[in-house]
């Protein structure tokens, strides 16, 4: 096995727009080592379902050199097309096929793979292989897209935002399903609006913003560059006063940092038992009364809004102007 499944150099992606050129991707860097499942995570529109698009050789770039499995796809399309795997955002199949219908039918794109029975299996969906797709939940859909992605046997498998819009079982069946392919060795890109989710699938972890890459890490490296392990929320009672900046608290022991949300602030601390007398000293100080107050660790969404400066949303991540995210009617066939 290559010791890098994906290289990317000075990845550009330009798009038209009504007011001018639209940069989805600005000068992209990326290596993603072999073996490990590696997550892509941005804020709308920072560029990262773009990037996953051009690597998966569904959008061309405007410029830059990108390699997967060591070839590039204007001389290697076929090949590299027979070793990956491909779960797009959102999938869309015809109504009355089944379940072994639409794996049997993908497994005869590939020269090599799996049985479409041990596919179903890995998914979980055995009880449904005979059962027509538009009987399938919105769960055992995303787990038939999934199917359909391995049962080519891929080196290198691209999930973008698999689990959006699931419900915690769902959720957690197909997190199973990635936690199985990581233990056969297998590498996974992932993209994902869910900091749990980067935080318990993802060993490396690239911050996308704005078309580059801002951080890169391992979730407990990134988690550690914030500096402190715990972090204060509160909010203050309203009594008709303007609310005090962020600033008014960031002198606190141990506060290392300080910022206000939209319905109350944040402190990061590294000694939540020296920082809390403090502020409610300072609470008082300033004649206001807390609503609430809560503590915990550190997560991987408090570093994302400490790098971008706003809280990750579900939503479609197209630039203005630019083409819409691509679903998949039946698929797309290898050469």
């Not at 010791?3 to 990326?30: F, M, N, S, T």
């Not at 998914?123 to 449904?128: N, P």
């Not at 009672?237 to 109350?264: C, I, K, Y």
Request: overall charge negative; glycine content about 8%; charged content about 25%.
């Amino acid at each position: 096995m290559a010791e890098w499944a994906i290289k990317v150099q000075d990845l550009r992606k330009r798009y038209d727009g009504r007011d001018g050129p639209v940069d989805a991707v600005a000068g992209l860097d990326l290596e993603v080592p072999a073996g490990l499942c590696f997550g892509l995570i941005g804020p709308n529109g920072a560029g990262k379902t773009t990037t996953v698009e051009i690597l998966e050789g569904i959008t061309p770039p405007t410029s830059g050199e990108v390699e997967v499995l060591g070839m590039r796809w204007h001389t290697h399309e076929a090949e590299i097309r027979q070793r990956i795997g491909v779960t797009l955002q959102e999938t869309r199949f015809p109504d009355k096929a089944t379940v072994r219908e639409l794996v049997t039918m993908f497994r005869s794109f590939y020269k090599h793979g799996i049985e479409p029975d041990e596919a179903i299996r890995a998914v979980q969906l055995e009880s449904k292989a005979n059962s027509y797709n538009e009987t399938l939940s919105g769960g055992q859909q995303r787990r038939l897209a999934v199917a359909l992605a391995l049962v080519g046997d891929p080196e290198l498998i691209f999930f973008d935002e698999p689990t959006t819009g699931l419900d915690p079982q769902s959720r957690r069946q197909l997190w199973d399903v990635i936690h199985t392919l990581r233990e056969r060795g297998k590498t996974i890109v992932l993209t994902t609006h869910y900091m749990d989710e980067a935080e318990k699938l993802c060993q490396k972890i690239a911050i996308v913003d704005h078309g580059k890459i801002i951080a890169l890490g391992s979730p407990p490296d990134l988690i550690a560059r914030l500096g402190g392990e715990h972090i204060i929320e509160f909010a203050l009672m309203e009594n008709g006063a303007e609310a005090p900046a962020a600033t008014v608290f960031s002198d606190l022991p141990t506060v290392l940092s300080s910022r206000a949300e939209a319905d109350g602030y944040t402190l990061t601390v590294g000694e939540p038992h020296k920082a809390i007398p403090a502020l409610l000293d300072r609470v008082d100080e300033i004649g206001r009364a807390l609503a609430r107050l809560t503590t915990r660790h550190v997560s991987l969404e408090d570093v994302f809004v400490a790098l971008t400066g706003r809280h990750i949303r579900d939503g479609d991540e197209t630039p203005a102007n630019g083409p819409q995210s691509k679903s998949r009617r039946w698929g797309r066939r290898p050469s």
